[in-house]
T-cell receptor, first 110, second 118 residues
Framework: QQQVKQSPQSLIVQKGGISIINCAYE??????FPWYQQFPGKGPALLIA?????SEKKEGRFTISFNKSAKQFSLHIMDSQPGDSATYFC?????????FGTGTRLQVFP | GAVVSQHPSRVICKSGTSVKIECRSLDFQATTMFWYRQFPKQSLMLMATSNEGSKATYEQGVEKDKFLINHASLTLSTLTVTSAHPEDSSFYIC??????????????FGSGTRLTVV
């Protein structure tokens, strides 16, 4: 009930391509779904977040798509750049606790 | 924006000694602070949640006597790893929630502390 499943584990994308990372959750009580970017040796930084009353949210090159009925949400990174190479975590929250997905290591090659 | 300062960034200690890690919210008051542990190439695992002035709530399987958490003010929480052993070596990350964040929930993470126990 508390798990957030994330896929793929790793992703290789060419510069300019679209990176897509998917997450699925089980607990329908979750009401906040953020995505975080983490570079080696650093703490995670918030990229973008969505609430379940919205199906899509876009901020710059980053878009979250949210499917409430399927209990799935995804991160799309448009025009991927080498500087986007990092580990990405989805997460879900209710009553303060953030539950993290397993992470996706993204590598963007020039 | 909200900033969380975590110190030290790296610490090496001898087995059997204790280590204290500080987490400060610099420009906001944190109603709640969280402590996570992250092993190499793995996800963040929540260890405990602390609210200012009250005892921390530990996740299942986390030894509260080994990982002492103090949340003495709205801007400072500390994690003390007592009688550290090599298996406690890990990356520890704190997070603070801005009480004024409203709808956005306002979780901000520190930069992490790499603990190595030798």
């Amino acid at each position: 009930q508390q798990q957030v499943k994330q896929s793929p584990q790793s992703l290789i994308v060419q510069k300019g391509g679209i990176s897509i990372i998917n997450c699925a959750y089980e607990n329908t009580a979750f009401d906040y779904f953020p995505w975080y970017q983490q570079f080696p040796g650093k703490g995670p930084a918030l990229l973008i977040a969505i609430r379940p009353d919205v199906s899509e949210k876009k901020e710059g090159r980053f878009t979250i798509s949210f499917n409430k009925s399927a209990k799935q949400f995804s991160l799309h990174i448009m025009d991927s750049q080498p500087g986007d190479s990092a580990t990405y975590f989805c997460a879900a929250s209710k009553y303060d606790k953030l539950i993290f997905g397993t992470g996706t290591r993204l590598q963007v090659f020039p | 924006g909200a900033v969380v300062s975590q110190h030290p960034s790296r610490v090496i200690c001898k087995s059997g000694t204790s280590v204290k890690i500080e987490c400060r919210s610099l420009d906001f008051q944190a109603t709640t602070m969280f402590w996570y542990r992250q092993f190499p190439k793995q996800s963040l695992m929540l260890m405990a949640t602390s609210n200012e002035g009250s005892k921390a709530t530990y996740e299942q399987g986390v030894e509260k006597d080994k990982f002492l958490i103090n949340h003495a003010s709205l801007t400072l929480s500390t994690l003390t790893v007592t009688s550290a052993h090599p298996e406690d070596s890990s990356f520890y990350i704190c997070s603070a929630r801005d009480r004024g964040a409203g709808k956005d929930y306002g979780y901000t993470f520190g930069s992490g502390t790499r603990l190595t126990v030798v």
